[in-house]
């Protein structure tokens, strides 16, 4: 699959700032765009055409960029469509749920015209692994189960998907430390995806009770967090994590991961 093939509907009320993503997008090779003001005029195009790749400002005049997300995860056929943010909006209690659903980037305002291309790739590298029939899966991790851990059952649908895209079959969720730690008494895994911030136990004891508690301490452990404090992060890598991921997680840097994992030498 190429740019041109992709079709990306822009969600922007700003006429001006929907001329610069439509321009860059041109200059990047991408052709079928769509261009809307409001959220809802979007979703209802949405119910006729799905596209690749939906790209929206954080504040619309119907609702929010987090609230448009979370519409579109809770309605079949757009839970997985690659969504884009394009805003200056730094507070955490709006980028936050748009982190939780799976967005694969947050681009700032103006934005890196070299950031969007990467961006794309991966994103145009998910659609191709995603639509691809079950017998063209990458087979190199068929064989593997994963335990996804987060307290967000949002933020577990998306990377279930990620890792089906990949083609990973084999997985169970866990809501919290406390859970995963039950599930690893009964199941050994090849991989552990966990989120930082949860409940009960978080993810650094979790972390420490598999290294140190569980008759599995060398299974790889991979943390995906929107956590940007480096004290708690340093204190991941200390504990023997194998990569600290940051959301919106990149397509491109997790299949990366994965390959490189099951490469090397046991």
């Not at 809307?36 to 799905?50: D, G, H, K, V």
């Not at 068929?142 to 083609?167: P, Q, T």
Request: hydrophobic share 40%; glycine share 4%.
């Amino acid at each position: 699959m190429e740019l041109r093939e992709l079709l990306v509907l822009i969600i922007e009320p700003s006429r001006m700032q929907r001329n610069i993503i439509v321009n860059n997008l041109r200059l990047l090779g991408v052709e079928e765009i769509e261009e809307f003001s409001e959220a809802n005029e979007a979703l209802e195009r949405m119910q006729t055409i799905t596209p690749d790749i939906v790209m929206s400002a954080m504040h619309l005049p119907d609702m929010t960029g987090s609230e448009l997300v979370g519409e579109m995860r809770k309605s079949p056929g757009l839970d997985d469509v690659v969504f884009f943010l394009i805003s200056s909006e730094t507070l955490y209690r709006y980028l936050e749920p748009i982190r939780q659903a799976g967005a694969a980037t947050i681009l700032p305002k103006p934005f890196d015209p070299e950031e969007l291309r990467k961006a794309l790739n991966s994103a145009v590298e998910y659609v191709q692994d995603h639509n691809k029939e079950e017998d063209e899966a990458d087979e190199s991790f068929e064989d593997l189960w994963v335990l996804i851990v987060d307290d967000s059952k949002m933020s577990r649908r998306y990377l279930a998907r990620v890792l089906n895209s990949l083609g990973v079959i084999n997985y169970r969720e866990a809501k919290d430390g406390a859970e995963a730690l039950q599930v690893l008494k009964t199941q050994r895994f090849d991989l552990v995806i966990t989120d930082f911030n949860m409940p009960n136990i978080d993810g650094l004891e979790l972390v420490q009770h598999i290294r140190q508690y569980t008759d599995q301490p060398t299974v790889p452990v991979i943390v995906v967090t929107s956590e940007q404090d480096d004290e708690p992060l340093s204190s991941f890598k200390k504990q023997g994590v194998t990569a600290i991921c940051h959301k919106p997680l990149s397509y491109h840097s997790l299949k990366q991961l994965l390959h490189h994992l099951i490469s090397e030498p046991s």
